[in-house]
């Protein structure tokens, strides 16, 4: 009995002992299936906070101010290389300057002019067309070993300028400062009573000095004086190193503007500065005969095509626009919002100061809002100071482009919308005096991240406008020495200086330009050889904005002879004479 009542105690203790357990874990299975919908809530909760985070912190508005102002470099391809350095400088400006005095071998005036010939010539154009012909001309002079007459500037061209040389630029500066290379003269000087008659002729454009001495120089020896008209790209740009460096004194030294154009546009520039340590200035270039010319179409539907195509009818001479063909070549201007969207690509915030140099806007104040609405801070010559400080200046319109020449030198940043002669002008300036930043759009690249551009986010738009314009920025060896033209490239002008490296270690100064040359060749395959025109191309590149049938209100030149010239004479309608690219 007492075996058989321990076995029933032991079963009675066993059964309670699996009661127990099987209590406890029904117990804790309840807790689990209670707690883990709560533990499940409360993370999905996390993630959805998490979430929400992540897009409010990289979302795709286009008018966000989340960029800082830094320039490109490195990154872990091309479309998303970033800035790591301030935008307003070009990288290793320190390591280049202007230089263009003569060298040893350079003839000074005093020991090869000849007393009895004289060159006389006519520019062409806008304000800036007639300071390349200007520096031509003394160029061509010394090669001729002839006194310049101080040049007549073209007052019968469409902007209708009556300015003579002596109501732009400085005269007395530019005959003093030249006397070493080149004797200029006021006027033609009195002959055995009577002035001297000059003869007028013509050069063909991209003429070297072979051509000059072949045809223009038997003429001067004959007839001692000449006058050489439509004077604009009648140079070569490739000349010995010599004459470049003359090219450059003249251009970047002798030519200054008068003490009232300068004293007013230096007014404008404080004024800027006042407003902001930094600011950029922008050449829109978005006037209505501009986009005529170009071709280009604009999205302004039957309206836009009927007042661009009246106007394009000036130019008969023009062959039937294809706005889709013109635009993929990125032969366009950018429009006023897509000048915009690329700065603010680029890292440059709303707060930044704008300056506009511009003529009559295509669109007036509807074509602009897009751009005053990412750039606030919107000045133009005619904000920044009254009518009766601009009235000196206001009935001239060379007058006008030099202030607006004076404002967009002394900017931080220069922006060109087309490749015209102001354009080409101020990116050669601005390069011999610091390589400070001039930005030119790739418009072959831009125009199709501007078509897609609602299919990507913000960051990824802005990325790809900073890989674009690598190569497009205003950096020292962004075109290879003698490509493009001189005055926008005068690279025999600029010299190399190693030891402003504070190392001291040239070798660390060309590994620095090594890496440059490379990331330009990486970010643009292309781009060096589309932006660098042989000699022999016309400049159509980069909308040059050209009057064909210039010469119609203008005299005939019956005098040319092909003697003269040396080469046939080119029908004047049909002749593409004068640019308008100012």
Same mark, same amino acid.
């Given at each position: ?85 301030? /935008?307003?400088?070009? $990288? !290793?400006? *320190? =390591?280049?300057?202007?230089? #263009? &005095?003569?060298?040893?071998? +350079? ?42 007459? /101080?040049?007549?500037? $073209? !007052?019968? *061209? =469409?902007?209708?300028?009556? #300015? &003579?040389?002596?109501?732009? +630029? ?413």
């Amino acid at each position: 009995m007492t075996a058989k009542k321990r076995r029933n105690e032991a079963d009675t203790t066993l059964a309670g002992l699996h009661q127990l357990l099987r209590d406890v874990f029904f117990r804790r299975r309840r807790f689990y299936y209670h707690i883990f919908p709560l533990v499940s809530a409360l993370a999905g909760c996390v993630f959805v906070c998490f979430v929400a985070l992540f897009l409010l912190l990289s979302s795709p508005v286009i008018h966000r101010d989340q960029l800082h102002l830094t320039l490109f470099h490195g990154g872990t391809s091309e479309s998303e290389k970033r800035f790591v350095r301030d /935008v307003w400088v070009t $990288d !290793q400006s *320190s =390591f280049f300057y202007g230089c #263009s &005095n003569a060298s040893k071998k +350079f003839t000074p005036a005093a020991e090869k002019t000849d007393p009895d010939r004289y060159l006389l010539i006519t520019t062409s154009g806008g304000l800036n067309q007639q300071r390349t012909g200007i520096t031509d001309a003394v160029v061509a002079a010394y090669i001729l070993n002839a006194t310049l007459v /101080v040049p007549k500037l $073209d !007052q019968n *061209s =469409f902007w209708k300028d009556s #300015s &003579n040389f002596a109501e732009i +630029f400085n005269v007395d500066w530019f005959i003093k400062y030249l006397s070493k290379d080149v004797q200029i003269v006021k006027k033609l000087p009195i002959k055995v009573g009577k002035p001297l008659t000059p003869h007028s002729m013509r050069v063909p454009r991209k003429c070297n000095p072979e051509c000059y001495e072949t045809h223009v120089l038997p003429v001067l020896k004959k007839k001692h004086a000449v006058r050489l008209g439509k004077f604009d790209y009648r140079l070569s740009n490739k000349l010995t190193t010599d004459l470049q460096k003359l090219r450059c004194r003249v251009n970047y030294h002798a030519l200054k503007f008068t003490d009232e154009i300068n004293e007013m546009g230096k007014i404008l520039v404080e004024r800027m500065r006042k407003k902001s340590k930094h600011f950029i200035a922008l050449h829109l270039r978005f006037e209505p005969d501009m986009l005529a010319f170009s071709g280009c179409y604009y999205g302004g539907g039957e309206v836009e095509r009927q007042e661009l195509g009246e106007i394009r009818k000036r130019w008969k001479s023009l062959h039937a626009s294809n706005p889709d063909k013109e635009r993929r070549q990125g032969r366009c201007p950018l429009t006023p919002k897509e000048v915009a969207l690329m700065l603010r690509g680029l890292g440059f915030e709303s707060d930044v100061h704008l300056y506009v140099a511009s003529g009559e806007v295509y669109g007036g104040e509807k074509t602009l809002a897009p751009l005053k609405a990412m750039f606030p801070n919107f000045h133009t010559k005619e904000t920044l100071a009254s009518r009766e400080e601009l009235a000196p200046f206001s009935s001239f319109s060379s007058r006008m482009a030099a202030l607006d020449f004076i404002v967009c030198d002394e900017s931080n940043v220069f922006v060109t919308n087309n490749n015209g002669n102001m354009a080409k002008i101020l990116a050669g300036r601005r390069r011999y005096f610091g390589h400070k930043p001039t930005i030119r759009p790739n418009t072959k690249k831009l125009y199709r991240l501007f078509t897609d551009r609602h299919n990507m986010t913000w960051q990824q738009f802005s990325s790809k406008v900073q890989a674009y314009q690598v190569g497009f920025m205003g950096e020292p060896n962004e075109v290879k020495p003698g490509r493009g033209e001189f005055h926008e490239n005068p690279s025999a002008c600029i010299c190399e200086d190693s030891n402003s490296n504070e190392s001291g270690n040239p070798s660390v100064v060309n590994k620095i330009h090594d890496n440059h040359r490379d990331n330009v060749k990486e970010s643009n395959n292309n781009l060096i050889n589309e932006q660098a025109r042989t000699e022999e191309e016309q400049d159509w590149t980069g909308l040059e904005f050209l009057e064909i049938v210039g010469d119609l209100g203008e005299k005939r030149l019956g005098s040319i002879t092909d003697s003269d010239v040396g080469v046939q004479a080119k029908t004047e309608g049909t002749e593409l004479e004068e640019l308008f690219s100012d």
